[in-house]
């Protein structure tokens, strides 16, 4: 409601700003320009109902375009038409989002100007948890759609973990007969997963966004669905632990995990595949003393049970390096020894800031995600008690202004930053209604932490745009946190 009543002040008494510079995350650089491009009626209703731009736009892919990074291009609009240029597809892709922002806020008029914009990081990620709870295709597909539009590239899908495991393998019909059933609330939750063809599906509709989705399957710990689906799979444990983490002694272990990467690697052209490594607690002590493991882990001279961890991921990454990819790990891997040009880190522990020294010290590039500021299952308001509260929670200011606040960490290892990541855990989140709460404003925030270079970033010139963002997640029913409204 306050939403609808600030955009309507807004556009009564400043409307060429709105028509100018309503665009989350704000172009590198902006300049007005004389007159107005104006649609016409049926020009704007096929924007809005089908979200297609008039023949008056006109595209040109040349190599001479651009800065030559990948997602730049120049947008310029004048009074009779507009031009975009990139010397990529995916560049010009961005600035056609860039121009459906400006004309759909400005009712299908919007200022004349000429706009270069490049992004200051190249991975620009939200990461979604389905193992926990199930969304489905549906949702994945608006949140998608709702990336696009804030040019962020990269949809970190977390398909496996303790409750449920969710992507059919064909080789593997247990994974989904038996590990996709039940949730973090209910264990005897139905059956959910997506079929090879949903994701065939869904990643064909990423990749028409130019999004890159790249999947994650989470090991050796947090593997507890796969391992109640093939239990000799297991690496044991008890209680809380039982069939938490694969078995790290057995050649079988490592043949089922390859032959799953297979099929994830014919599903997802991603040079990336991403395989957690994150909380690994093997088994029991009872398992650990076992004559078997000892003589493993003396023959291997593995010392002990993080020599063992640490095993483990040396041989999952020589296998995907193997397979031609490139893994991502959770930044507990830094520790293994694995070469630095066969993986990527995942920073998340914000508490652990010699953890992302040491990743680059040793020569890693890595993708900030630390759960401070950038975990979506903290709270992100004083009042609110649904969600993680952990020395503090999560505000929107501070996804914004991330990575100011560690940027002296990172001083002279710059170009080993490849960007930051929205990660959304959901224990807690049981359907779309919370889930949109706890992304939205949040990930809005994040697009331009990640896009913008940090001199033209400004948190009350965003608050200001943020508006006609919220406005158009209306029209999609999505249930955010007003952060003009927060006692709502
Ligand atoms: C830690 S982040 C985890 C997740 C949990 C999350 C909850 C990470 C690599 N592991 O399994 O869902 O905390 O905030």
Not at 22 to 37: C, D, L, S, T
Not at 345 to 358: A, F, G, P
Not at 359 to 383: H, N
Request: proline share 6%; with cysteine; net charge neutral.
């Amino acid at each position: 409601m306050t939403t609808k009543i600030n955009l309507l002040a807004v556009s009564l008494f400043l409307p060429v700003f709105i028509s100018a510079q309503n665009v989350i995350p704000e172009p590198a650089q902006y300049r007005p320009a004389k007159g107005e491009f104006v649609l016409s009626i049926a020009e704007n209703k096929a924007l809005e109902t089908n979200n297609v731009l008039p023949s008056r736009v006109v595209q040109r892919i040349a190599p001479d375009c651009t800065t030559g990074a990948d997602e730049a291009y120049r947008l310029e609009i004048t009074p009779d038409s507009v031009f975009i240029q990139s010397a990529t597809v995916t560049g010009a892709f961005r600035g056609e989002e860039t121009l459906k922002q400006l004309l759909r806020s400005g009712k299908g008029t919007t200022s004349a100007c000429v706009i270069n914009d490049a992004p200051r990081y190249s991975w620009r990620g939200f990461m979604l948890d389905e193992s926990r709870h199930f969304f489905g295709k549906e949702k994945v597909k608006q949140l998608l759609d709702i990336m696009a539009s804030l040019r962020l590239n990269v949809f970190h899908w977390h398909l496996t973990d303790e409750p449920g495991w969710r992507i059919e393998i064909k080789k593997y019909p247990l994974l989904t007969k038996v590990g996709s059933k039940g949730n973090y609330h209910d264990p005897s939750a139905p059956a959910a997963f997506y079929t090879q063809e949903d994701i065939k599906d869904i990643v064909a509709y990423a990749a028409a966004r130019h999004i890159m989705i790249v999947p994650e399957f989470d090991m050796p710990g947090h593997a507890t669905a796969a391992c109640r689906a093939y239990p000799e799979l297991s690496g044991g444990g008890e209680g809380r632990w039982k069939d938490f983490t694969f078995h790290p002694c057995k050649e079988e272990t490592f043949r089922f995990i390859s032959d799953v990467l297979d099929e994830l690697i014919t599903l997802f052209p991603s040079p990336y595949i991403h395989i957690g490594g994150d909380e690994v607690h093997f088994g029991n002590q009872e398992w650990f003393t076992d004559p078997q493991i000892q003589q493993f882990i003396k023959d291997k001279q593995l010392m002990n049970e993080t020599g063992l961890e640490q095993y483990f991921v040396r041989r999952v990454a020589d296998i995907i390096a193997a397979k031609g990819k490139t893994m991502i790990g959770w930044d507990e891997i830094v520790d293994a020894g694995v070469s630095p040009d066969k993986a990527v880190v995942m920073w998340w522990r914000h508490d652990r800031r010699y953890q992302l020294l040491k990743a680059l010290e040793s020569g890693y590039r890595v993708i900030m995600t630390p759960r401070r500021p950038m975990y979506g299952d903290f709270v992100q308001y004083s009042t609110h008690n649904v969600g993680r509260y952990w020395d503090g929670y999560n505000p929107i200011e501070d996804v914004f202004s991330f990575p100011r606040s560690i940027e002296h960490l990172f001083k002279g290892y710059e170009s080993q930053i490849m960007g930051m990541q929205y990660s959304l855990w959901t224990e807690r989140v049981a359907d779309v209604k919370r889930l949109d709460f706890m992304v939205f404003p949040r990930l809005i925030a994040l697009a331009e932490a990640a896009w913008t270079p940090a001199g033209r970033k400004d948190y009350s010139r965003f608050m200001r745009r943020l508006p006609f963002f919220l406005h158009w997640l209306d029209t999609k029913d999505i249930y955010y946190f007003d952060p003009f409204a927060p006692e709502r």
